[in-house]
C-alpha cells in the first residue's frame, strides 16, 4: 500500500512539474496577434487599420497599452521630414475605447483605456484606427516608404504579426525589404479585386520585446 501511495506521490509530482511551465507561459502578458492594414491614398497620405490582441495579467498591462508612432522619417538626404497623423478611433472588443495622445522624445504616444478602469486579466483585441501623412519620402523619380509595422517600444513579446500594404491601382509598388530583427519574415504580393497591389509581410517566428516589423517600399513615379 505504501509503495503504491508512494508511486502515485511522484506520478503527481511528474504532471505537476511539466504543466506549470505551461500555466506560467499561459498567463504571461504578450501580443499575440499584430496586424498593420495599410491603404496608401492617391494623395500620399495612409490609411492604416492595426488589431492587436493581447494578454492582460495585471503585470504591465493593467489599464491598457501605449503605442508608439514615429513623429519623423529619414528623407534620404541626410534630413527628416514630419509625419503627423489623425486617430480617428480605438476600440476594445468592439466596443469604442478611451484615448488621449502624447508627443514625447520623436514619436506619438496613444495612451489607450481610462485610468480608472483595470483590464480583466485574459485576451482582449484593440483595434485603432489613424491617418498619417509624411511617412512616403520623394526622391528624384521615385518615391519610397519606410513602414515600421509594429513599433519598436513594446516591452512585451509579440507572437505573430503581419503587414498588409494595398497601393493604389495605377502606382507600382515593389518591396525592397523586409525585417523583424531575428525572427523569420515571409513575403509575398498580390492583387485585390479592385486590381491594386497589396504587399504582405508575415512573421514565422515571435519578436522579443524591442524587436519590430518593418518594410521597405519603392513606389512608382506616378506617386503624388
Known sequence: MALRFIRFAFAFLAVLALSAPAA?????ERISWFLADVTINDDGSLSVVETIRFHAAGQEIKRGLVRQLPLNVLDGGGGTVSV????KAVTRDGVPEPFHLAPSEGVLEIFIGSRDVLLDHGSHEYV????????????????????????RGWSLAIDMAE???RAPQDWRAT????????????RSKSV??????VITAR?????VPG???????????NTP
Open 192 to 197: 485585390d479585386e479592385s486590381g491594386a497591389s
Open 128 to 151: 485603432i484606427t489613424y491617418a498619417a501623412s509624411g511617412l512616403i519620402v520623394r526622391h528624384e523619380g521615385f518615391s519610397t516608404l519606410r513602414y515600421d509595422a509594429t513599433g
Open 24 to 28: 506560467g507561459q499561459a498567463d504571461a
Open 175 to 186: 518591396l525592397i525589404s523586409a525585417s523583424a530583427g531575428a525572427a523569420t519574415v515571409e
Open 163 to 165: 503587414a498588409r500594404i
Open 211 to 221: 524587436e519590430g516589423l518593418t518594410l521597405a517600399l519603392m513606389l512608382s513615379n
Open 203 to 207: 512573421m514565422t517566428t515571435p519578436l
Open 84 to 87: 503627423t497623423y489623425a486617430v
